[in-house]
């Protein structure tokens, strides 16, 4: 028996016992430091308090982000949580003082709590509140009102909407430096906007560290154990697993759907145990044990072939099933599902996939999906061929990075790992000059509906709404492809998780416009003929802008009278493109 295996049950929400996945309970867990994973801003206010330099912080965000293990972290750090110890609502030493969760503070008490949070340095302490948004800006209101009063000045609701606008901003781009706000200094962090996703590998990492498994190499039900072969499968591919695992989050995380550190570390340990329980094992003779229990299915939430019950209760598993990338064909279709062809699997897994075959060979007949006509009559080959690809995906003995990447691409887009590269690392100007590239042969596209073939200047087009190929438009302004470069900016926040990360902007004039992955895929998705961004409102957005500031920064100044106004217009004809200039001359219009 592994009692480790009841822990990693209780920090999922499938079922009932899911009341480990709160860090209330974690610390009170003889496995809670075993699996920790510190972060740099529990390292940051831990280093405050000893060194004497004190500070005051406040942390907010989405549940489950992480903010109590934050401050776990620190108390620890310094010596003041001792194991299975728990937390007090709010509690005070020489040099620190802290607040658990400011709502379950009294509503009367709250304001009093925040006033001693932001003037703790000043009593020589450093000191950690954490809250909801909404609390805190309420007792921030109250605050600065009652400050203002007191000092015989009037808080106006100008006051109170600078207040709100101060703090907001700070909780939207997240900056490390401290806001002072009437004579108070404090560092507000929203952890909901600190990149979180390579926690995910650590944590992963942790689970498997070999100590919390002994139990499992003398389990006298070793040999059949789904959850031991799910352990010794990923330690013996941790870096490939890894790599699926961490792209796939980078994935929802650069399209708005970031995980919180909850959410992510219920999937991961959901699809090590199933929910299984070493009783559960002891008691039972499961039936294909290792296919239906495998890691790779129960991450994308399947027994086997089949969904589990439940398990899209995890946000995680909700999200790849909506994405049904085990759906997506793959280059290496062919040799998996016409020749069986299992060579770029572990032999353990070519062993389970060809006994997977021979068991549904009747499946194996049609070689097209396109030629799977009766839905209900193939759903089972359907079902199968998604169960292989998720074995693909996450245990493929890919030879190289390369490698890696062109999977990634075949399901997250084209130019996935181009993104990827782009900001998590330092790329050459080779490979920024490609990207303007595909930026100015889209933006070409989308503004005239051809391709720009040996053009080097972007005409800015007045196009009716949502038509984007017509036969007449008129030219606004027009810029030079040397006047759209794509650059990358280190990222200097010293509270990220992420070792490396810099922004991609698209320079243009003295302003740039944010890249993201989203955008990316947009612009490649023109150049191979999608034109629609309909189904994302915060694409179209962010098109909207881009379009604004073109036009900003490059369009035509407007005339002076008149007599000096002059018209570009671009015409689509069966021959191509053809440019033609008017002009007003005596109050007729002329073709130059």
Not at 224 to 252: S, W
Not at 264 to 276: E, F, K, P
Not at 303 to 323: F, H, Y
Not at 471 to 476: A, C, K, R
Request: with cysteine.
């Amino acid at each position: 028996m592994n009692d480790f295996i009841n822990y990693l049950n209780s920090t999922n929400n499938v079922g009932g016992n899911s009341t480990g996945s709160l860090a209330e309970t974690q610390v009170k867990s003889s496995y809670y430091d075993a699996v920790k994973v510190d972060r740099k801003l529990g390292i940051y206010i831990t280093d405050c308090v000893k060194s004497g330099n004190h500070k005051a912080f406040i942390l907010t965000g989405h549940a489950g982000d992480g903010k109590t293990s934050i401050l776990v972290q620190v108390l620890k750090s310094l010596g003041r949580l001792q194991e299975c110890e728990g937390l007090c609502v709010q509690k005070e030493y020489d040099d620190f003082l802290y607040y658990k969760d400011m709502s379950e503070i009294a509503a009367e008490k709250q304001v009093e709590a925040l006033k001693a949070t932001v003037t703790a340095p000043e009593r020589g302490m450093t000191s950690l509140l954490i809250s909801n948004t909404g609390p805190l800006l309420k007792a921030f209101e109250a605050l600065i009102r009652e400050k203002k009063e007191t000092s015989g000045q009037q808080f106006s609701d100008g006051d109170r909407m600078e207040l709100q606008s101060k703090l907001l901003t700070q909780l939207d781009i997240n900056e490390d430096q401290s806001l002072k706000i009437e004579g108070y200094e404090f560092v507000l962090v929203n952890i909901a906007r600190v990149d979180n996703v390579p926690f995910a590998v650590r944590i992963l990492k942790k689970i498997l560290a070999p100590q919390l498994w002994v139990p499992c190499t003398i389990c006298s039900c070793a040999d059949h154990c789904p959850i031991k072969n799910n352990y010794e499968l990923i330690t013996a591919q941790f870096d490939r697993v890894a790599q699926f695992i961490e792209n796939y989050y980078r994935f929802l995380y650069e399209n708005d759907k970031r995980m919180t550190i909850r959410q992510m570390v219920g999937q991961i340990s959901y699809a090590l145990t199933g929910n299984l329980t070493c009783d559960y094992i002891e008691s039972r003779h499961l039936k294909e044990p290792f296919f239906i229990y495998n890691f790779a299915n129960l991450f994308f939430g399947y027994n086997g072939s089949k969904r589990a019950k439940d398990a899209a209760q995890i946000k995680g598993v909700e999200q790849i099933q909506n994405l049904e990338l085990d759906r997506i064909s793959l280059d290496i279709d062919y040799s998996l599902f016409v020749r069986n062809d299992y060579s770029c699997f572990m032999p353990k897994i070519q062993k389970e996939l060809t006994a997977l075959t021979q068991r549904y060979r009747k499946h194996y007949q049609i070689t097209d999906e396109e030629q799977l006509l009766d839905e209900k009559k193939h759903e089972e080959e359907l079902r199968l061929r998604g169960a292989v690809r998720r074995f693909y995906l996450l245990f493929s003995l890919c030879e190289s990075d390369d490698d890696v990447d062109h999977v990634m691409n075949q399901i997250f887009g084209k130019s996935y790992a181009d993104y990827r590269k782009l900001i998590s690392s330092k790329q050459s100007n080779l490979t920024l000059r490609n990207m303007q590239g595909i930026v100015f042969e889209a933006l070409y596209i989308k503004n005239t509906g051809y391709l720009p073939e040996s053009k080097t200047n972007l005409p800015l087009t007045l196009r009716r709404e949502g038509d984007v190929f017509q036969n007449v438009m008129i030219v606004l302004g027009e810029v030079g492809k040397s006047d759209l470069k794509v650059i990358q900016e280190r990222s200097t926040n010293q509270f990220e998780d992420v070792d490396n990360k810099f922004d991609l902007y698209l320079k243009l004039g003295d302003k740039k416009f944010k890249l993201s992955l989203p955008m990316i895929t947009y612009f490649n998705n023109l150049i191979d003929g999608a034109i629609s961004s309909n189904n994302n409102p915060a694409l179209t957005h962010g098109i909207a802008q881009l379009d604004a500031l073109l036009l900003e920064q490059f369009g035509e100044e407007p005339p002076e009278t008149e007599e000096d106004c002059e018209l570009t217009v671009i015409i689509n004809t069966a021959k191509g493109q053809e440019i033609e200039r008017f002009a007003f001359e005596n109050k007729k219009l002329s073709i130059q």
